[in-house]
């Protein structure tokens, strides 16, 4: 049942949005307070979603000095040249600019700031002076993460503890879609709104996909990876998993809320782009002939 949950998950996603969306252009009064329901939701989203991570054995995972070179080289150097190229493809409105970083720019979180001030000038320090990003940050993303490693803690001291793990392992796609869900319907009228301008949206997270994918092949073949390794370092590429920059986005000031609607539109173009990775990948980083 699990994976078949998460196979399908675009799709119960897209239904969640689109129920979402129809509930909130037909009563703007109900749903114009689900936003207070996202703070909590997004927190215990996640939690769920770092105890599914092995956080204790991240460092073992990085031993290996050359994927860890491909892996720096490609998120700190080429995948920032590709975003500032495909800014120019987007439309100079500060919030969807501002979305477009926060998703395709996400692995650099600890450069984050500075890539922001990079792309998008003094407007950057004046964003984060008048909004809660900082206790957004700490309260919704560092705190669902030390407890997600303390529950791991748990785990390797209890094996038993390991039945909650895998119990909570259910449950990151229904709260995703309960979240997306909750924006659609408390957001309506700015997914509306911001309609035209997410089509340039579209084609920059495409042409983000594409050259995540060359980056992982011409980084596979200059460090001599396997095409498995390889395919995984592209698979690291792709992947933003955009929701974890939802409490960012949600803690801006009202003219910047554009930014969550990308960030979820992101999110599907994403899982649609994974669904394509799997096929197209292994004919693009395979065994030499």
């Not at 207070?36 to 031993?63: C, D």
């Not at 890539?115 to 002076?129: K, R, S, T």
């Not at 979240?179 to 709104?193: M, P, R, T």
């Not at 042409?207 to 498995?228: H, N, Q, V």
């Amino acid at each position: 049942m699990r994976e078949q949950l998460e196979r399908y998950q675009v799709w119960i996603y897209l239904v969640a949005i689109l129920v979402g969306m129809a509930i909130g252009w037909m009563s703007p009064e109900q749903t114009r307070h689900w936003e207070v329901l996202l703070w909590p939701a997004l927190g215990v989203l996640l939690y769920t979603t770092f105890t599914q991570v092995p956080l204790i054995h991240l460092r073992s995972a990085f031993r290996d000095r050359r994927f860890l070179a491909a892996l720096l080289t490609g998120n700190f150097i080429l995948i920032p040249v590709v975003v500032g190229l495909l800014l120019w493809l987007i439309p100079d409105d500060p919030a969807i600019r501002l979305g477009v970083l926060l998703v395709l720019l996400i692995v650099q979180l600890i450069l984050l700031p500075v890539y922001i001030w990079l792309f998008m000038g003094n407007i950057a320090i004046e964003l984060a002076v008048g909004s809660h990003l900082l206790p957004a940050f700490f309260g919704l993303i560092v705190t669902p993460l030390i407890l997600a490693w303390l529950t791991e803690q748990l785990t390797e001291k209890h094996p038993r503890a390991q039945t909650l793990v895998d119990w909570l392992g259910w449950l990151p796609v229904p709260l995703l879609a309960l979240v997306v869900f909750l924006i659609a319907g408390s957001q309506v009228s700015l997914v509306i709104d911001s309609g035209a301008l997410l089509w340039s949206a579209l084609v920059v997270f495409v042409l983000y996909l594409i050259a995540a994918a060359i980056i992982g092949k011409g980084l596979s073949e200059l460090f001599g990876f396997t095409p498995t390794i390889g395919r995984t370092l592209t698979f690291s590429f792709g992947t933003r998993n955009s929701f974890v920059m939802l409490p960012l986005a949600l803690s801006l000031p009202e003219p910047w809320r554009a930014a969550i609607v990308v960030i979820v539109f992101q999110s599907l173009v994403e899982l649609f782009g994974m669904v394509a990775y799997l096929r197209w990948l292994p004919r693009l980083i395979r065994n030499a002939d």
